[in-house]
């Protein structure tokens, strides 16, 4: 069973569009994450959340917002993408209070 | 501004011991310092965490000096899938009262028969 899934695994898209990449745990964990990691392989977080507390990364761009319909999920919506938005995004969880996170498999943003 | 730097690749062959280092000057006071493995194409699986001190498992230990500035990763006789990208992640004091979760830039390391 994954533990951390997301969808889809590839996406490719134009300039402009808007779109939206899934995320969902089954480990029952509180806290639920995205990250970003470039060409160059630099992972930087964009948010952290649980059901109470959203922190978000100041050097995110207002165009990604995140939204979670419940605990098990947390989805990044990206409005009017950019050529530079094309990166590999990662989904993470962990037990609230603890560091030890799980990622999902990523999902490859490719923006023409 | 606080940054946790790493070397950016590094060598060895099979049976070799590895060290790899991770310098974050502004880690947060407490909480813990993690180490994440990265394959191709795949998402970070967590090596091994500690806050101080030596942490030990089964396939590796964390050294941690006092001030906590700095920590290692030891890798015990690596074999050829040890080959990946090696992350340390703390948590940054920030001038703001809040914490930072900050990702090393990376180690790529490169295990040779």
């Known amino acids: 069973d994954t533990a951390v899934s997301q969808t889809p695994k590839y996406l490719v898209t134009q300039m402009g569009n808007d779109k939206s990449i899934k995320c969902e745990q089954n480990?029952?964990?509180?806290?639920m994450y995205w990250y970003k990691q470039d060409s160059k392989k630099f992972l930087k977080i964009m948010f952290s959340?649980?059901?109470?507390?959203?922190?978000i990364n100041e050097t995110v761009p207002n165009r990604f917002s995140p939204k979670s319909p419940d605990k098990a999920h947390l989805n990044l919506h990206i409005n009017s993408l950019e050529l530079g938005d094309s990166a590999v995004y990662f989904c993470?969880?962990?037990?609230?209070?603890?560091?030890?996170?799980?990622f999902g498999p990523g999902t490859r943003l490719l923006v023409l | 501004l606080a940054k946790t730097t790493q070397p950016i690749s590094m060598d060895s062959y099979e049976g070799q011991e590895v060290n790899i280092t991770c310098s974050h000057n502004?880690?947060?006071?407490?909480?813990?310092i993690t180490w994440y493995q990265q394959f191709p194409s795949q998402g970070p699986r967590f090596i091994i965490q500690?806050?101080?001190t030596k942490v030990t498992n089964e396939v590796a230990s964390l050294f941690i000096p006092a001030d906590r500035k700095s920590s290692t990763l030891s890798l015990p006789r690596v074999s050829l899938s040890d080959t990946a990208v090696y992350y340390c992640?703390?948590?940054?004091?920030?001038?703001?009262?809040?914490?930072?979760?900050?990702f090393g830039s990376g180690t790529r390391l490169q295990v040779q028969p």
């Open positions: 993470a969880s962990s037990r609230r209070g603890q560091e030890t996170q799980y």
């Open positions: 480990l029952g964990h509180d806290t």
């Open positions: 959340y649980n059901n109470k507390e959203l922190i």
């Open positions: 502004n880690i947060a006071t407490n909480d813990y």
């Open positions: 500690g806050y101080k």
């Open positions: 992640l703390v948590a940054m004091a920030r001038d703001t009262g809040r914490r930072a979760l900050t």
